[in-house]
């Protein structure tokens, strides 16, 4: 045995066999969704604070004021929190595999990870000149085949589709501009 006092944490396992004493207390081992649940607290914390101090202007006064939807979203996250939390405590938890059809054996593909990093990053920086509807396309486009699909038409015709009606969404059913770019005066 090592010369450190009962209860202290020991790092690494000697090579006799001799287990290791884990610094995580016992209540949690196993229990990592307890992590996401504080997350989602947090995110409704910062949310209610932010909806508490949005000012109140003549212009954004109306029957609902511009807090009601943060607020409903921060009430939505606590409850997720909680809701989560009382499962975990309960001995409820996800298993790992039952809805993914990956390997968990294997790592990350980063050719993948890299070439969608990239395509975000030029969507993010081709918006205001390609505009809105192309930069869209383009984003679904590239990375559907980043992703593995191996029908190109179908492709670029889903995202044009997503990208003219997500447009027409915003901009008619919301009253939301976005930028029409080298289709100004066609869209």
Request: with cysteine.
């Given at each position: 045995?090592?010369?450190s006092?009962?209860?202290?944490?020991v790092t690494?396992?000697?090579?006799t066999?001799?287990?290791?004493?884990?610094?995580?207390?016992?209540?949690?081992?196993?229990?990592?969704?307890?992590?996401?649940?504080?997350?989602?607290?947090?995110?409704?914390?910062?949310?209610?604070?932010?909806?508490?101090?949005?000012?109140?202007?003549?212009?954004n006064?109306?029957?609902?004021?511009?807090?009601v939807?943060?607020?409903i979203?921060?009430v939505?996250?606590?409850l997720?929190?909680?809701?989560?939390?009382?499962?975990?405590?309960?001995?409820?938890?996800a298993?790992?595999?039952?809805g993914?059809?990956?390997?968990?054996?294997?790592?990350?593909?980063?050719?993948t990870?890299f070439?969608l990093?990239?395509?975000?990053?030029?969507?993010?920086?081709?918006?205001?000149?390609?505009?809105?509807?192309?930069?869209?396309?383009?984003?679904?486009?590239?990375?559907?085949?980043?992703?593995?699909?191996?029908?190109?038409?179908?492709?670029?015709v889903i995202g044009?589709?997503?990208a003219?009606?997500t447009?027409?969404?915003?901009v008619?059913?919301?009253g939301?501009?976005?930028?029409?770019?080298?289709?100004?005066g066609?869209?």
């Amino acid at each position: 045995m090592s010369s450190s006092t009962a209860g202290t944490p020991v790092t690494g396992a000697p090579a006799t066999g001799t287990p290791t004493v884990s610094r995580v207390p016992a209540v949690l081992r196993g229990r990592s969704e307890l992590g996401v649940a504080a997350l989602l607290a947090v995110l409704a914390t910062i949310v209610a604070w932010d909806a508490a101090h949005i000012k109140q202007l003549s212009i954004n006064v109306g029957v609902m004021g511009p807090q009601v939807v943060p607020n409903i979203i921060a009430v939505g996250l606590g409850l997720c929190a909680i809701a989560l939390t009382v499962d975990v405590l309960r001995g409820g938890a996800a298993d790992a595999e039952d809805g993914e059809d990956i390997d968990l054996s294997q790592g990350a593909h980063w050719p993948t990870v890299f070439g969608l990093a990239g395509v975000i990053l030029a969507y993010a920086l081709t918006m205001e000149f390609l505009g809105y509807v192309i930069a869209s396309a383009l984003l679904f486009y590239g990375s559907s085949l980043l992703l593995g699909s191996k029908r190109y038409l179908w492709a670029l015709v889903i995202g044009a589709l997503l990208a003219v009606g997500t447009f027409y969404g915003f901009v008619l059913g919301l009253g939301i501009p976005l930028p029409a770019g080298l289709l100004t005066g066609i869209l």
